[in-house]
């Protein structure tokens, strides 16, 4: 069994794809699989998130003993680590190849991946901290460097390109997601828990002076009704920003 304290020894080589793990003798308990460990750890972690997931409250919602959990995987890191690569295989990468040229590619990889983290609050702190070397998370990550690949992009500026679109997606989808777990947890939507944390905010004479400079744009968002709306609004218009950007510096002269 992998303890987490010698994974924290070596981090740089830490991944559940990365270890050799012993089979185990005997049998495991009837019906219960990998699978069906890690589907029930992401139906957890979308409803209560990463601080609440045990092996306990798993093996009570898969009707199995915690003990038996440990056929299948070594530690509660295993787990996520596998519900993570999970969740990156609902990125539709036919979508992706039937797109046509590298900008469509690209426009179909941030919307699916936004959506994602969205579905997946979890996900994004998740992400950060293990390699990220499953399966599904490198189909992923090779359809986003073929789609760069063929920007015309040097090879030594494609990081750098991958980087201003996906690190920006990820940080979108984050702060997306962050904010419709707020407004669940004030029982509220979103255009309402919107609505209420402006309205304090301009409301409060301390911030009048402050907010000054703001009030346009706060206006100008306020006219485009959802929050939703306001959210594939700019997150379109943004994208569109850093592809016309590539294109810009694929052309220039080296």
């Known amino acids: 069994?992998?303890?987490?304290?010698?994974?924290?020894?070596?981090?740089?080589?830490?991944?559940?794809?990365?270890?050799?793990?012993a089979a185990r003798s005997g049998g495991g308990p009837a019906g219960l699989d990998r699978d069906r460990i890690v589907a029930a750890s992401i139906r957890m972690l979308d409803e209560e998130g990463l601080a609440k997931l045990?092996?306990?409250?798993?093996?009570?919602?898969?009707?199995?003993t915690a003990m038996s959990l440990y056929w299948y995987v070594d530690t509660k890191d295993d787990i996520i680590e596998y519900a993570v690569d999970t969740v990156y295989g609902e990125i539709d990468l036919d979508a992706v190849d039937a797109a046509g040229d590298w900008r469509d590619r690209i426009r179909v990889l941030a919307l699916d991946y936004r959506r994602m983290l969205v579905r997946h609050p979890w996900m994004s702190?998740?992400?950060?901290?293990y390699l990220n070397i499953g399966p599904n998370a490198i189909a992923v990550g090779s359809k986003i460097q073929e789609a760069i690949g063929d920007t015309g992009l040097p090879m030594n500026r494609q990081p750098s390109a991958m980087s201003a679109v996906f690190q920006f997606v990820y940080g979108y989808g984050t702060i997306e997601a962050q904010f419709g777990r707020r407004a669940a947890e004030a029982g509220m939507s979103q255009d309402d828990f919107y609505g209420e944390s402006i309205k304090a905010f301009r409301d409060d004479?301390?911030?009048?002076?402050?907010l000054e400079p703001l009030t346009e744009i706060l206006d100008e968002r306020?006219?485009?009704?959802s929050v939703s709306n306001i959210w594939e609004r700019d997150f379109?218009?943004?994208?569109?920003?850093l592809i016309a950007?590539?294109?810009v510096m694929a052309a220039r002269p080296a």
């Open 54 to 64: 045990s092996m306990r409250k798993l093996a009570t919602e898969l009707g199995v």
């Open 245 to 247: 950007g590539i294109e």
């Open 205 to 210: 004479p301390h911030f009048v002076e402050a």
């Open 1 to 21: 069994m992998v303890k987490a304290a010698d994974r924290a020894k070596n981090p740089a080589r830490s991944s559940v794809w990365l270890e050799k793990r």
């Open 125 to 129: 702190p998740s992400a950060g901290q």
């Open 236 to 241: 379109a218009y943004a994208l569109d920003i």
């Open 222 to 225: 306020a006219s485009h009704g």
